[in-house]
């Protein structure tokens, strides 16, 4: 049970009356936030205490710093969330208004994807009747042994296969036992912020990065740090500069989300650095690091296939290499956390379901991953070329897509701090899904339009690329 | 984010105290506490600081209350958890701690089920053919919509699927928007204690009760306060003048697990009238509430179907009526808390597999799931007859069993206070699983023994019957 001191119990109250004050109105969208020396002064405590918690709203989407200039109220603030939730119902505890209140700023729409949706793989064209043919092939005995209460750590030929998988694709040497089993990435962060933080603890992510990771660790209380990114990726020497405390440290080196960087080595090799001398944590989501589109010897390795990486944990998911519905991923972690996993897990959901990890097993050991995979790099290559050219001709030039040799989107960046939103709310009316960059954004300036083309075919990227298009010449 | 009071620092560090003098050996196993006003006294705080500390160590098993006696250290506490453990690995948070330490306590056998372990339905028997001929019925393009990114709370047409079949089955009427679909009733609990506790909240629990719930919430920081039961199942007056503050109970009040007895309408009642009074909620755990055996107007309907139960959560599984290997389960809550509770399994770990949910809608509204739980109920009386006959056999009368109308495990009861584990010991060394009653109980001195007949043939619940008699008549 976490047991903050009475700094942070002042700094949490002087957070809620900035929040309640934003909620309520009392301080309006586009409010500029007088200066923490100012407001320090007004309520008697001090300047630090007013940055917590200012840097707090502001990992939430509260405020908005602006460089050179100061703090705003967000302009979206008072937007109810895209599916009602105005006020969180009464009778939630503090950590479930949290949670319902930061999982109400990261709703992934339930539609079918459609172009330009990101992080949908095809799926149209999914192997299904190979999967269908290996679930055939169980015994019956096998059959009944998958129907129990099972390990809540994975089944032991899926963990075996997702291990060797690991060696051969992303140059991970790690044992089957290090594997554990999980639902799709999600839980995989899950899983490590119930075990490895407590509330009040600091992570640095990417900005912009992934909401969905922000939204798990502001659930369980961590603050989420953001740090700014350049062409290098996230460069760890800066951001422990500006959040000394942080104690874990989430990126997507391979191909960074959503801005698409790859991290160099020597930043790799900082991040690894970091790690072990502040004992803290670094967390890999290699979300696509499977969608290199050079030749096998081009494909960077993973960041915790380096050496002194003990304090990496790598988090993997089927998710885009197979499909979402599938909902199985692992995270692979150090072994004397094998156990500690899998007792959350247990008391978390039990375990997986038995047959799909059984078929996944066979999946991945008969070859059929390697070959869907190969398929799907060329389809994705070719969509991309689509996008490409036919944005370009559709915009008359206005939304030029630089090429990638990674990944399943693309991204299309305008000038720091201008408006993506409008674009994206228009092409949403004519039934096309276009990220505004500000989406993924924290406190970075940066914006733009975040363009999916994995899971849609080249009629569909050309028809949603006529829409965008348009609407990019007006 | 919590923030619990100097109080509750105080307490804590009481409480870190002692059980850090526990698993030192400071205090050896079997030593008495001193008393709690002596304690108070030494280390200068209250002795309700104190008394706090020692209900949280008895809660989670460090110490134990002996009627009209004392409070010892419990006899187990150096034994290394079943598989290993011995200490939680350096690295883990506070509240990873926590959860490693809890969940060490409880750890389901990985084995598959032999006789006579509890919560074993049969699955070999499992009408698979059934269920693979619905998923062949599956058009490409349902196919491909189940493997996008779907909703968090579930498959539509499960979330019907399932409020029908609560009407009719156990008398609950609920919308299927109040259905969330999770993973066994395991995730249910998770999703309660994350949205509707905080640090240091009290719930009631049963004692003797299921390990797995009270593991779920310490592991989020929630105080399990153990209530005694009697022949009626858990008395609210009692347990509410015993902890005032709780603000939660979960109870079993179809088949009390393990205790197997039903919570009497009055009971119920006040139960619903003090959550009402006290603004706090009631779980319930129907885990087998299908397997009543008399007639369908005997069958008792569920504690939430009755008037004033606005205040209850209903935890249901498929995990028992189907089995535990599918990972389905669900939780019917208030219309005013769905959408917090889809958005907490969004960011635990998206949503349930795609394919699973709609197979098993289909399942149960084709009739399927009404059919099996008529041959499963039919079977199950009779395997309850085969297991009370062959132990009275072959135990020569020493394990006398009485018959029960619902369930799957009988209760074989033994004097308060006595030894259960020598016998179960023996009996898993001979290849048979007979679950000590103690091991369900927190604070209570209740004992006996548990035996599951619902996954067994004949042939083997007599075979594993002859051992435990020979054992027995020792």
């Not at 079918?112 to 290996?134: K, N, Q, S, Y």
């Not at 961590?222 to 422990?240: E, M, N, T, Y």
């Not at 993506?420 to 899904?433: H, K």
């Amino acid at each position: 049970m976490p047991t903050p001191g009475t700094n942070l119990l002042l700094r949490q109250r002087v957070y809620e009356q900035l929040r309640s004050a934003i909620e309520q109105g009392r301080l309006r969208p586009g409010t500029r936030l007088p200066p923490t020396r100012v407001q320090a002064q007004s309520l008697g405590v001090s300047r630090n205490t007013v940055l917590w918690a200012v840097q707090r709203l502001q990992a939430e989407g509260y405020v908005q710093a602006r460089v050179g200039d100061g703090t705003y109220v967000a302009q979206t603030i008072t937007a109810p969330p895209a599916q009602g939730l105005a006020a969180p119902p009464r009778g939630l505890s503090r950590r479930g208004r949290l949670i319902a209140e930061t999982a109400a700023r990261w709703r992934p729409p339930l539609a079918a994807a459609r172009a330009f949706r990101i992080g949908a793989p095809e799926v149209a064209t999914f192997p299904f009747a190979v999967w269908d043919r290996l679930a055939r092939q169980t015994s019956p005995q096998q059959r009944s042994a998958q129907a129990q209460y099972l390990d809540p750590a994975g089944d032991p030929g899926l963990r075996r296969a997702i291990a060797l998988w690991l060696w051969a694709s992303r140059g991970i040497r790690c044992d089957a036992a290090q594997v554990v089993v999980c639902s799709g990435s999600q839980q995989g962060i899950d899983l490590i912020a119930r075990l490895l933080l407590d509330a009040g603890d600091e992570v640095l992510v990417e900005d912009p990065g992934y909401p969905g990771i922000r939204a798990s660790l502001l659930g369980h209380g961590a603050l989420a740090r953001p740090v700014a990114l350049d062409a290098q990726g996230l460069c760890i020497a800066d951001a422990a500069a500006q959040w000394p405390a942080a104690r874990m440290a989430v990126v997507t080196p391979t191909h960074q989300f959503p801005t698409g960087v790859r991290m160099g080595l020597e930043r790799r090799q900082a991040l690894l650095q970091w790690a072990r001398t502040h004992d803290a944590w670094v967390v890999e989501d290699d979300y696509d690091g499977e969608f290199q589109y050079g030749s096998a010897a081009q494909r960077v390795p993973a960041l915790c296939s380096l050496p002194g990486s003990e304090r990496v944990l790598y988090v993997g998911t089927f998710s885009k290499t197979l499909h979402p519905g599938l909902r199985l991923g692992f995270v692979v972690v150090p072994t004397a956390l094998v156990d500690a996993f899998a007792m959350a897990r247990a008391i978390t959901d039990r375990h997986a379901p038995g047959d799909a990890q059984a078929v996944l097993a066979r999946f991945i050991d008969e070859g059929h991953l390697l070959r869907h995979l190969r398929r799907m790099r060329d389809l994705y290559q070719e969509r991309q070329q689509v996008l490409r050219e036919a944005l370009a001709d559709a915009s008359d030039g206005a939304l030029p897509l630089q090429p990638s040799d990674r990944g399943m989107h693309l991204l299309h960046e305008c000038a720091p701090g201008s408006d993506d939103e409008t674009l994206s709310r228009l092409a949403q009316s004519a039934g096309v899904m276009l990220a505004p960059l500000s989406r993924y954004a924290i406190a970075s300036p940066r914006r733009g339009w975040l363009l999916g083309y994995a899971g849609f075919d080249a009629q569909e990227i050309r028809a949603a690329a006529r829409v965008v298009g348009r609407l990019a010449r007006r």
